[in-house]
């Protein structure tokens, strides 16, 4: 089964922009479909996008259309998510998740978010 370990959060200005990686260990990411996701304190954790890493196909959310860009590096079995233009509301824990045997989507992204268990995330703090 598949680990994964997010990092690249931290605290940056309004307009500003990051860097998540989502790095992956005990199987190869092209049997998954790898999603991103975050929770803002006090809301719902909210699907924002999502990579088949074997044919390249992505999905956004309407939150994150036009802002963040999803990316995969096989060699290094690590998903990335671009943050650009990042503001106030931005603010949240974001996560990441894989779906084994579930094509990038919609509804792999509803059927992840659904999972109990998930890592202890990376801290994204938008100041304005």
């Known amino acids: 089964e598949v680990q994964l370990v997010e990092s690249g959060g931290g605290l940056v200005q309004a307009g500003g922009s990051l860097r998540l990686s989502c790095a992956a260990s005990g199987a190869a990411l092209d049997d998954y479909a790898i999603g991103w996701f975050r929770q803002a304190p006090g809301k719902e954790r909210e699907g924002l996008s999502c990579?088949?890493?074997?044919?390249?196909?992505?999905y956004y959310s309407k939150s994150a259309k036009g802002r963040f860009t999803i990316s995969s590096d096989n060699a290094k079995n690590t998903v990335y998510l671009q943050l650009n233009s990042l503001n106030p509301e931005d603010t949240a824990v974001y996560y990441c998740a894989a779906g084994g045997g579930l094509p990038c989507g919609i509804g792999a992204m509803t059927i992840l978010l659904m999972r109990d268990e998930w890592g202890q995330g990376t801290q994204v703090t938008v100041s304005s």
């Open positions: 990579i088949n890493s074997d044919d390249g196909v992505t």
